[in-house]
């Protein structure tokens, strides 16, 4: 029989219908809290049981037992703090023993949670003790500092809704759901199979040797919740997967998505995806190499050794109940055409291996995939989803003061551009942006960073398009431009071109007469007399108009996109 859930049994926070009337009435006089899409995927884990035996966020005791033991207070072992942080605002008007009610961003009641705990959270040990690291390179300690709120609240939970999905709605079953399929199926034993990229040669030759080992069927879980900056998005990933679906004999196996919000934690991260199986019923978990990690760190190292998750969870798995099946690194033999676990290469043996990021880096990039290293019908649905750099969409964002030549660079790219026609432009000028979309604003921080972002968001509708975004706003703060960047980059292209004029030769030209204003008194805060430029570090491309032509600087954008693949 399938192994009973974590804990003894399988949690359910969601409660029948005279309970949700009830909760209904009373949320509308209740403080609200807008979930993140991170805390929504914990919150529909919490309440559909796969992370059994935990009945609501984390109290105070509860998560520095996790931090310093790694086990729940009644002695279970536990790898992750499950909690749900708030800002210093929201913090302050709560107390222990108030109900909350818990609402997606579209002000939907999901949950009301009776809070027992608020507690600050403890930041630096958490990184230290969950990821072994407080490198802002790894993306799960990049998020607890620089984005999760300073308290944690914690406190049982009871569920009204789920977070309602629109996508895949057939592939979203829950742990009881999933043990009801199985057992109809009449299987006894299931290896679980967690993953956040599409699946390749190696991972499916390891599947299906798992499936024999273990004599089991397949559970396969891809993450549909967060994973990490760069991957693949679910979309795709689940069309790949539906794919190789057919290539597993008849009927051994079910796919199922997992609405987890991945921390990358390496191997604290392996043994909850093998609890989270448990729940879903499997007796097996296959762990392989750099399971639940972040690509590498800035130095291209690995955060943490191949082997780590899969030694980690092996030792844990007596604990928590579900057997590991901890696979090495598989490698490719040309000469044989075959895969061979690492420790199965006789030595001087030539091999090759491409890892999940190679792959992304390759599509992305538009180099070709080897057969060798996936299936064609998944490189197919890759490339469809991203085309190489000559078919995707770009932005090519112009930054530098008043007077540069941003607006006069990105007009004649403009035209070089509808010269070129093979996709449809856009010119976001900033005295433009200014008459129309940014009209209200003013020149303060604040309103400068509102304008960018305004400008950066209708830059990635574009460029998610496919077509040519041209941005030519002062956007004087460094902060806000990477924000833009990092959101653009998840689409397509984004070249940064720093027109950096000296503002000597910007206020001889003074084309305008600002900066004439400006030192009269006439205007207040101008950019680079009275208020900050921080000068972009790493631009693509950085050019100084005052011994260039404008021609000759457009120029060196076209060569460089150029020699990007863009064009
Ligand atoms: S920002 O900082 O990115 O929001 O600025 P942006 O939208 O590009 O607007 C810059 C144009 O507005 C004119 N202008 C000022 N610039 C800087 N500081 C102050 N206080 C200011 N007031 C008006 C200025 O002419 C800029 O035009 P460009 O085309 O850059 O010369």
Redesign the pocket.
Known sequence: DAPAPYGGELVNLLVDDERIELLKKIAGKLTELTLTDRQMCDVELLATGAFSPLRGFMVQSEYASVLDRMQLQNGLVWPLPICLDVNDLAARTLEAGQSVALRDAEGFLLAVMHIEDIFPAEKEKEAEKIYGTRDPAHPGVDHLMNACGDTYIGGRIEAIHLPPHFDFQRLRRSPVEIRQMAEKLGWNRMVGFHTRNPIHRPQFELTLKAMRKASANLLLLPTVGITMPGDFDHYTRIKCYREIAKRYPPDAHILNLLPLANRMAGPREALLHAIIARNFGCSHFIIGEHHGSPDTDQNGQPFYPGAAAREFAEAFDGHIGIQILGFQEMLYLPFEDEYRFADQVPDGTQTLSFSGFDIRTRIRTGRKVPLWASFPEVISALRKAYPPPRKQGLTVFFTGL??AG??TLAKILYARFMELGDRPVTLLD??I??QNL?RELS?SKEH?DI??RRIGFVASEITKNRGIAICA????YASTRTEIRRRIEEYGGFAEVHVATPIEECEKRDR?G?YAKARAGL?K???GVD?PYEPPECPELRIDTTHMTPNEAVKDILLFLGEKGYI
């Open positions: 008043s007077g941003k607006s900033g005295d942006v200014r940014s020149f400068r304008n960018v706003p002062i956007a004087p305008k600002m205007i805060g101008f950019t208020d």
